[in-house]
């Protein structure tokens, strides 16, 4: 059955965008229903997992728009960001290099690991901001529309959400 | 009117315009001179710039789908089995 063949592809797709569980289970079944329904639709052009990974896009986008409904006239402060910085603006703690080797194929994988559970952490408009923009390189005006943000403010979640992930990554390690 | 030379970014606005640049932004000539200026004086800034770089090159990496349909290339974090159990029987 396709459940057994392509569920697990399809909730880690759907995992790596949303935060909660219960509804990317629900979305890899709309997928599922979805695909069944319009199997006939599949030109043999590409992988059909890839097909199906598209229609779950689709309805993640979907999921989102509902979730974000409402337009975000203004962002709320992130202390957290804030507090990266002293009152002139500069770093409170310098950053240092990351010694990282682009060729080792095993730091790599542990990097792409631990950028997934920052990821996770990130809160829910910036971790939207940084999945539809930066992981599905996704059309900035499209983004704008799914999470109801202007396009000052999708930079604003940008920012934070990357410094946040660097604070991440370097807290748990990284290239040290 | 005198000539007044235009504040030089500090690191959170050189942040920024790192973070819009990596966007896809247009930085202004002026903005751009500003951020070279800070990158060349500024170390930790500079290691900033490279991590948010490489921070969105494993994103990128990480949100390909995986050009297969065999299943052994499955990710770690699968659908639960109570999950497959409930689909099994809305799809039969």
Redesign the interface.
């Known amino acids: ?5 392509f ?7 759907a ?2 965008r949303l935060r909660d ?1 219960t509804a990317c ?1 629900e979305l ?2 709309e997928t ?2 979805a695909a ?1 329904k319009s199997k006939d639709s599949f030109r043999g052009d590409s ?4 097909w199906l ?1 598209g229609i779950l896009k689709h309805k993640i986008l979907d999921h989102l728009r509902q979730a974000y409904h409402q337009t975000t006239e203004s962002l709320p402060d992130d202390t957290m960001v804030d507090n990266m ?1 002293a009152s ?4 409170k703690q ?5 010694k ?1 080797n682009p060729q080792d194929a095993a730091m ?1 994988s542990e ?2 690991h631990m ?2 559970q920052c ?1 996770d952490a990130l809160p829910d408009l910036q971790r939207g901001a ?2 539809l ?5 996704g059309d ?1 005006g499209e983004v704008c529309k799914t999470l109801g943000v202007s396009a000052t403010n ?2 604003v979640l ?2 934070r959400a ?2 946040r ?2 604070d991440c ?1 370097d807290k748990k390690g990284v290239g040290k | 009117m005198a000539f007044r030379l235009p504040k030089l970014f ?4 050189a ?2 315009m790192t ?2 640049r ?4 247009k930085l202004g000539l002026y903005d751009r001179f500003a951020l070279g200026f800070h990158l060349l004086i500024c ?3 500079r ?2 710039d ?3 770089a ?3 090159a ?6 390909a ?5 065999h ?1 052994t ?8 089995e109570d ?2 159990e ?3 029987k ?2 039969r």
């Open positions: 059955m396709w459940v057994d063949q569920g697990d592809l399809l909730y880690s797709v995992r790596k569980q289970e890899v079944q599922l229903l069944l992988e059909f997992s890839s990974v910085f002139i603006g500069n770093w310098m950053p240092h290099r990351w990282i790599e990097l792409e950028l997934a990821i940084f999945t923009c930066v992981m599905d390189d900035s999708l930079y940008l920012h990357r410094l992930l660097r990554l | 500090n690191c959170h606005v942040s920024e973070s819009r990596l966007s896809g932004g170390a930790g800034c290691f900033v490279q991590q948010l490489l921070i969105d494993v994103a990128r990496r990480a949100g789908v995986p050009p297969t349909d299943p290339e499955r990710d770690a974090d699968g659908l639960p999950a497959k409930r689909i099994r809305v799809i």
